[in-house]
């Protein structure tokens, strides 16, 4: 079972190329073999490709048991370092979208163009938890300085993660760098110190759409790769 799941997780391109070099070396060895030469160099163009399948071959047999079950078992080992990590990002995000709209689900873009004009950039209170974090009073006076600690708090749970690079694929890598580079964090980041002089925050609606996005896609790698 381990082995099939060994063999299921290998980049697929790897595994063409594998069973290309070996349907190569087949048809050398039990049919080109004993046919009379075409051109000139056709048998030693052939005994080039036979020699680099074979070495092709032979390097994925030592890759797939020497590296990528290694590998594989690290992630199945820090499974759940990788999943407490990532879901301290997610309750990120969904604790902002709580504090932004009163609701749980995530909502459209006409949807929180709407909200986000009829929300002013100076905060009273918030009145669920901020970060992820319940039951500490926190004093921020902006939305910008309240994104922006959450920005902190969600770098952190990711830099966890990007310290053990090896355990993380390219799908969740490139999740977790579009969410720690979206434009919502960077014009908090920006404005954080500023005084508003705007009447509301309609301006980040684009940008709270996007981070939104990104932590669904991150929700859904998480559902899909880490609770099975």
Not at 33 to 52: C, D, K, W
Not at 90 to 114: A, C, P, V, Y
Not at 116 to 129: E, F, Q, R, W
Not at 209 to 223: A, D
């Amino acid at each position: 079972m381990k082995i099939h799941k060994n063999i299921k997780s290998l980049r697929k391109d790897l595994v063409l190329i594998f069973i290309l070099s070996f349907v190569i070396i087949i048809i050398i060895d039990f049919w080109l073999m004993n046919v009379p030469e075409i051109i000139p160099i056709g048998a030693e163009l052939g005994n080039i490709i036979y020699r680099l399948s074979f070495a092709y071959i032979t390097s994925f047999i030592f890759y797939f048991l020497v590296v990528h079950i290694k590998n594989e078992k690290d992630k199945e080992n820090l499974k759940p370092f990788t999943k407490r990590n990532v879901q301290g990002i997610i309750s990120i995000g969904k604790s902002i979208n709580l504090n932004l709209t009163n609701k749980s689900d995530f909502l459209s873009l006409d949807e929180l163009k709407e909200i986000c004009s009829k929300t002013p950039p100076k905060i009273s209170n918030l009145p669920y938890s901020v970060a992820g974090l319940p039951n500490i009073s926190f004093d921020f006076h902006t939305w910008f300085q309240y994104i922006d600690y959450c920005r902190l708090n969600s770098w952190e749970w990711s830099n966890y993660l990007f310290q053990k690079s090896n355990v993380l694929d390219s799908e969740l890598s490139a999740i977790l760098l579009e969410i720690e580079g979206c434009g919502l964090f960077e014009i908090s980041n920006k404005l954080k110190n500023s005084v508003s002089k705007e009447e509301n925050i309609i301006l980040l609606h684009n940008f709270f759409f996007h981070y939104f996005s990104s932590i669904i896609k991150l929700e859904n790698y998480y559902n899909q790769k880490l609770i099975k």
